[in-house]
């Protein structure tokens, strides 16, 4: 069984108002998120069956309330970003460094090589699908070659093409 939630006085004063000048439906679910536990002793899981959210939103929302009473507000913006990185972006930008000088010397980086090194510098297996993510994360994109050759000569092989002997009949 889960602890039940601290809900202080200042608190519940804090949602009081809260639903006192409610404009919006989610303000005024915020500030019950408080009052129906703090008044009947209810359960978040029951407190999240009558507003109509789940027992997250619930907890989330006394958190809201908790930080507005003892002024503690943390910035916004932490539900995004990558959770589950294995580098920063300056980490794996200064990983990538010996193949960004290769690369501007006109070397053709081939993925597998990096993968192995990923491993190493990690210490553990990764997908390969990992070092695609990084390469793209950096900017890096994939080069294909080109249909034909930079230095080609189109006359000349347009003249091959009509003075060669034509080696599939018999002679």
Not at 61 to 66: G, K, L, N, S, Y
Not at 79 to 97: K, N, T
Not at 99 to 117: D, F, R
Not at 119 to 144: C, I, N
């Amino acid at each position: 069984m889960a602890r039940p939630a601290q809900l202080t006085t200042e608190m519940e004063n804090v949602a009081l108002q809260t639903v006192n000048q409610a404009q919006t439906a989610r303000e005024l679910r915020t500030g019950l998120s408080v009052l129906i536990p703090k008044r009947t002793g209810c359960t978040n899981a029951v407190v999240g069956e009558l507003l109509g959210v789940g027992i997250a939103t619930v907890v989330r929302m006394q958190r809201h309330i908790r930080e507005q009473a003892y002024g503690t507000v943390k910035q916004k913006g932490k539900w995004g970003g990558r959770r589950r990185q294995l580098m920063s972006f300056d980490e794996e930008h200064a990983f990538l460094e010996p193949w960004i000088a290769q690369s501007e010397q006109g070397g053709v980086l081939i993925v597998p090589p990096i993968h192995k090194a990923l491993e190493e510098h990690l210490g553990r297996k990764v997908h390969l699908s990992t070092v695609y993510r990084l390469l793209a994360r950096q900017g890096w994109r994939k080069v294909e070659p080109d249909t034909c050759h930079p230095k080609r000569d189109e006359e000349a092989q347009v003249a091959f093409k009509k003075t060669s002997p034509k080696c599939w009949q018999r002679t």
